[in-house]
């Protein structure tokens, strides 16, 4: 069998392992709406910078299924006139039939998330995974260990990654892997400890590899530039852009420009601008110090 997705798409296995060699990170954004989704081609595109666009399980089916959001992507890509390479990934697939869904819709890439299982189980299904998703040129994700706080009602408490868990998994020839290593998703409390870099350290000199990074929103710039310089080379984030999203538009409804009548300031199309494009800036700021803006041409396709 050959790819089903998009020629507009690509897989992420060659954008990350470039990050991998080239000691940066790909920027891996989730998105929940068409205006978040254009955010994030646009910031690509001006910064000449590789992406991955990602859903969660969640995110997904609000916005109608694998099939709504693929077609979204790829028809935004053609409008929008998108040569940067793009990948459209599903962020912690919790099952196998997930992942097989997104695969046949039309995803180029996707995370299956069997960390919360054995991990009997958890390398069981992930090797299915991988096998299925060999057929169709898709790019998988793994994780070991769970990363701390809460994704579509899976709770993990931040176990950190083992090194020989993780050595067992590569084997099974995954793309990239997540692993626990201090980090949480959605906002980090006061008193957070920070990453786990020794753990990082173990688990990359083990596998020599590249890594995932869950939860970067919020981690302090110093702790991503350590991160990245040991393996990690692909950085998820979702909540940073949902508060630059929050907070742009409560500055436009808290000065009233959402009940102008002569300019119609309710109308979406306006109302949804600012924190449209507040994300696309906090996108262009992150992308500059993951190192990878500017590397669009650098990567294979």
């Known amino acids: 069998m050959a790819k089903i997705y998009s020629d507009r798409l690509v897989n992420a296995h060659n954008m990350v392992h470039a990050a991998y060699a080239g000691k940066y990170a790909i920027g891996h954004f989730n998105t929940n709406n068409l205006e978040w989704t254009k955010a994030i081609l646009g910031a690509a595109q001006k910064t000449n910078t590789p992406v991955i666009i990602a859903t969660s399980e969640g995110a997904m089916k609000y916005m109608g299924g694998a099939k ?6 790829n028809a935004l890509m053609e409008q929008m006139d998108i040569t940067v390479p793009v990948a459209l990934h599903l962020d912690h697939g919790q099952t196998v039939e997930s992942a097989k869904e997104c695969i046949l819709a039309g995803y180029s890439s996707v995370m299956f998330d069997g960390s919360h299982y054995s991990f009997e189980d958890n390398f069981k299904m992930t090797k299915e995974v991988v096998e299925f998703a060999a057929q169709y040129e898709v790019s998988v994700e793994a994780e070991i260990g769970t990363i701390g706080g809460e994704e ?3 709770i993990g408490k931040g176990e ?4 020989a868990e993780a050595r067992k998994i590569v084997d099974l020839k995954v793309d990239f892997l997540a692993a626990g290593i201090g980090n949480i998703h959605g906002p980090y409390p006061a008193g957070w400890e920070g990453l786990a870099f020794e753990q990082l350290d173990l688990i990359e000199k083990e596998i020599n590899f590249p890594m995932v990074m869950h939860g970067g929103s919020g981690v302090p710039q ?3 530039k350590k991160a990245i310089s040991l393996g990690i080379s692909k950085i998820n984030v979702n909540t940073e852009l949902q508060l630059a999203f929050q907070k742009a538009t409560r500055a436009y409804i808290e000065k009233g420009a959402d009940q102008d009548m002569v300019k119609k300031g309710f109308d979406p199309r306006k109302l949804l601008k600012p924190g449209t494009d507040a994300i696309e800036a906090e996108i262009e700021n992150l992308v500059t110090w993951f190192g990878s803006k500017g590397k669009a041409n650098e990567i294979k396709k």
């Open 68 to 73: 709504t959001v693929v077609a979204m992507v």
């Open 152 to 154: 579509d009602g899976v």
């Open 160 to 163: 950190l990654g083992d090194p």
């Open 222 to 224: 110093e702790q991503v």
